[in-house]
């Protein structure tokens, strides 16, 4: 069966540009991560969605990020006017049920985004 | 405070050496969960293992085992017969059930490398 997928793979910007990062995550899954990793570093948690609801949004790091998960499967995680301290690996994971405490989460390949 | 330090940074053994990789965690939830998940060159984290605070059982599934100790907080890895393949970037990560129900928190991992 298909995993989580993201898109894209690698984003070049330039600073100051906008981008759009996809994660489509297993079918039926109800809950969905986004993290960044920065090089060298573990994933830090940004946000969490329960259908299309985001109901932890503790971790974005400024009001530049921004995610949204509209019907309640494709998600996408929008960085606006980006800057160099945004290039890491952002990965996305979803579960099956709500929650993070006791359900295992399934990790996409993660966007690797640069910005110049 | 909820926190994951791997003091290891980074372990390399030449193959068919056992290998134990630390982890040590802080919270102050008293139902927590702890994971190891590996993460490969190709980028994408795989889950191993999930224990729950209240199953101070160790595990051991094939050449992996889990060592969990409540009363020094840790929950180490061993890989016995170490193979090529193990070679992998591994980070330990924990759950709280309230202060942080809805992401994890990851340590920094160890990388490591096993040598033919």
């Known amino acids: 069966g298909a995993g989580v997928s993201q898109s894209p793979r690698y984003k070049v910007a330039k600073r100051g540009q906008d981008v759009a990062l996809r994660c489509d995550p297993i079918?039926?899954?109800?809950?969905l991560f986004w993290y960044q990793q920065a090089l060298g570093q573990g994933p830090e948690f940004l946000t969490y969605f329960q259908n299309e609801a985001q109901l932890d949004k503790s971790g974005l790091p400024s009001d530049r990020f921004f995610a949204e998960r509209p019907e309640g499967s494709v998600s996408t995680l929008k960085i606006q006017r980006t800057q160099q301290e945004d290039s890491a690996v952002y990965l996305c994971?979803?579960?099956?049920?709500?929650?993070?405490?006791?359900?295992?989460?399934?990790f996409g390949p993660g966007t690797r985004l640069t910005v110049l | 405070a909820q926190k994951v330090t791997q003091a290891q940074t980074e372990i390399s053994v030449v193959e068919k050496e056992d290998v134990t990789l630390d982890c040590v965690y802080e919270t102050r939830d008293t139902t927590y969960y702890l994971f190891w998940y590996k993460q490969p060159p190709s980028g994408e984290l795989v889950f191993l293992i999930r224990r729950n605070s209240f199953d101070e059982q160790n595990e051991i599934s094939g050449r992996y085992s889990w060592n969990f100790q409540k009363s020094t907080s840790s929950f180490n890895f061993t890989i016995t017969a170490s193979q090529v393949v193990d070679s992998a970037v591994y980070f330990c990560?924990?759950?709280?059930?309230?202060?942080?129900?809805?992401?994890?928190?990851f340590g920094s991992g160890t990388r490591l490398s096993i040598r033919p």
């Open positions: 079918s039926g899954h109800v809950s």
């Open positions: 990560a924990l759950s709280g059930e309230y202060s942080s129900a809805s992401k994890i928190i």
């Open positions: 994971a979803s579960s099956l049920e709500s929650g993070a405490s006791y359900n295992e989460q399934f």
